[in-house]
């Protein structure tokens, strides 16, 4: 199953009278009438493949970004009575007229420094693993300290001003190596996630764009549904990484733990302490209203740019 799109490859010449004449190049041949997305050479730069999977991931988080703020909210394990809330709206509205209109943006200027990177390496990987299949996909880019830093700052009462504020705080009082407690589990979580989401994407597509044509209403589909059955079924993983990374100390405290809570092991035993089975899905419903919509615009924001690029690429060489 494979997207097909690039510029790499040459197409072939047609068949002509002859060689051509000793120092003069072979006209580029031109496309074929009608040639569409899907029949287009083979072999997009990696260059295509990052352009766009960098601008589909900054678009992707910063959109979605208010709904990824009651998402880390909802998974609190002991969340201070003024924060708790029965469904994304009422947590937005709450959050809005309670604490400002500004605040469940806190934090998106380092995730949209994070995005970028991060999804041209996640979107590089996707095309060359598809063709490949020689690894396991991971998700690029190091965001493991902008992960930190954001669902911080997301927190209610949160007492970081600023992005700066809290790396320093953070790394005065707990070291390096707070940025990093949730590692294990951010791996776990993705390499799940990944297949997931990449096994329901192309089969979606094979449902619905059989051709493989840029359909950008068959994207839209096919990311939504992806992404919220990665979402669902990898609940449990982003639970506990949110505890690592936001160490709350309502919920450590509660359970008798001294310090601050490392390793994925003893996440997932002090979730289950403090809300047994149901706690693996603290926030499931904001977090799949949150990749909904998230993958949706990754994946047609990726298709549109690599589509756009592509084609303007070939029509470059073509006009030579």
Not at 199 to 211: C, D, G, K, R, W
Request: charged letters at 15%; a positive charge.
């Amino acid at each position: 199953m494979e997207l097909s799109c690039g510029v790499g490859g040459s197409a072939a010449a047609p068949p002509g009278p002859g060689p051509p004449h000793p120092g003069t190049a072979a006209a580029p041949a031109p496309p074929m009438e009608g040639e569409e997305y899907e029949s287009l050479p083979s072999g997009a730069s990696l260059g295509t493949h990052m352009m766009a999977g960098a601008v589909a991931g900054i678009m992707e988080h910063t959109v979605m970004y208010p709904v990824d703020s009651v998402k880390t909210r909802m998974q609190s394990l002991q969340p201070d009575p003024k924060a708790q809330y029965r469904s994304v709206y009422e947590a937005l509205k709450k959050i809005v007229l309670t604490e400002g209109f500004w605040r469940p943006l806190r934090g998106i200027n380092v995730t949209m420094l994070g995005a970028g990177p991060a999804h041209a390496m996640y979107f590089a990987c996707y095309e060359k693993m598809k063709k490949s299949l020689s690894d396991t996909l991971q998700h690029g880019g190091n965001s493991h300290l902008a992960n930190v830093v954001k669902q911080r700052m997301q927190m209610f009462n949160s007492p970081y001003k600023s992005v700066l504020a809290c790396i320093r705080t953070v790394q005065k009082t707990e070291g390096f190596g707070a940025f990093y407690r949730s590692y294990t589990t951010q791996l776990t979580m993705n390499v799940p996630f990944q297949a997931i989401h990449f096994i329901t994407y192309e089969f979606m597509q094979e449902q619905i764009n059989p051709h493989r044509e840029y359909n950008p209403r068959s994207h839209i589909v096919s990311g939504a549904i992806a992404g919220a059955v990665a979402a669902a079924a990898t609940t449990p993983l982003d639970v506990c990484k949110t505890l690592l990374n936001t160490q709350e100390n309502m919920a450590l405290s509660s359970v008798n733990i001294s310090g601050h809570l490392s390793g994925m092991v003893n996440a997932f035993k002090t979730v289950y302490q403090l809300g047994g089975i149901s706690g693996y899905f603290r926030g499931v419903q904001a977090r799949v209203i949150y990749q909904m919509p998230s993958t949706a615009i990754a994946w047609s924001v990726y298709e549109f740019f690599k589509y756009f690029l592509t084609k303007r690429k070939l029509e470059k060489r073509t006009s030579l």
